[in-house]
């Protein structure tokens, strides 16, 4: 395997015979509470900021030599996309007073992120149908994580009203 196609797919695991993305939005989950955890929200930013950029330009690259668009293999955008709805989520459960609200971030961010990948409303499924090459794969799942993460947010919020 090519040090290129790890990277697309997300060492390996867009490569598993079912699930691909979801398999890989685990692998990233769990990739990126460790990173969080021992690293923090600063290096965890700028990896989920390096891995977009390049995974633009390795998609382009993949893409050009293979023929063909968005392929399930690929996942990395995954990734970036989970790590930015979980940095949203885990930022806001620190200000929350409740027990057990940074493992509820944790989860909801999975959730939520796999809900708009899923469903693909409005922006999300317009990037996914309209931007070609790799500007295209990354972005519909920047704005997942994006979406995702502030989803999130609100229902961290609301748990916090409850309690």
Known sequence: MTTQ????????????PKAPSTVAT????????????????????????????IGVFEVNKY?????????EEIVIDEAAGMWLSLMIAASTATAMSYPY????????????????????????????????????VMM????????GGFLSVLILMGVEKLF
């Open 63 to 71: 893409e050009n030599a293979t023929g063909e668009h968005d392929q």
């Open 101 to 136: 609200a940074n493992m509820l971030a944790i989860v909801l961010s999975f959730l939520s992120f796999r809900l708009f990948i899923v469903w693909k409303p409005s922006t999300i499924g317009w990037i996914n149908r309209e931007v070609k090459g790799g500007l295209g």
């Open 5 to 16: 196609k790890l990277f697309l797919t997300f060492f390996g695991t867009g490569l598993s």
């Open 140 to 147: 519909d799942d920047i704005i997942a994580g994006i979406a």
């Open 26 to 53: 685990i692998a990233a989950l769990l990739l990126g509470f460790a990173v969080l955890h021992y690293l923090g929200m600063e290096t965890l930013f700028m990896l989920t900021f390096a891995v977009t950029v």
